[in-house]
């Protein structure tokens, strides 16, 4: 079992940026596919970004290509989440989740076994 850990949210203006990461407790986050989602309040978790066990390959949600920017260390010791041109309409928990089924990336989030708690970012107007 991991215990992942997100962290990097918080608050920022329209127009502005955050780097999330997420890490494993146990140190590396393993030769897996990982991915992130995000809930925002009174709405239904949804696919953010993906990125395969080897960084190879990399999938996104329409609505945020060439805004947000997956990408993981070859350490295996983080996964990052770049969010650029951040709107209001992006403020959500945003949680990292990491799939060890043997598959590439995913937009399904059935796929994804291990979650961590998720942090909070606020966009302000």
């Known amino acids: 079992q991991v215990h992942l850990v997100e962290s990097g949210g918080g608050l920022v203006q329209a127009g502005g940026s955050l780097r999330l990461s997420c890490a494993a407790s146990?140190?590396?986050?393993?030769?897996?596919?990982m991915g992130w989602f995000r809930q925002a309040p009174g709405k239904e978790r949804e696919f953010v970004a993906a990125?395969?066990?080897?960084?190879?390959?990399?999938l996104y949600a329409d609505s945020l290509k060439g805004r947000f920017t997956i990408s993981r260390d070859n350490a295996e010791t983080a996964l990052y989440l770049q969010m650029n041109s951040l709107q209001p309409e992006d403020t959500a928990v945003y949680y990292c989740?990491?799939?060890?089924?043997?598959?590439?990336?995913?937009?399904?989030?059935?796929?994804?076994?291990?979650w961590g708690q998720g942090t909070q970012v606020t966009v302000s107007s």
């Open positions: 989740a990491q799939s060890r089924r043997g598959v590439g990336p995913s937009i399904r989030s059935i796929m994804y076994e291990y």
């Open positions: 146990g140190g590396t986050l393993g030769a897996y596919t």
């Open positions: 990125i395969s066990w080897s960084g190879d390959s990399t």
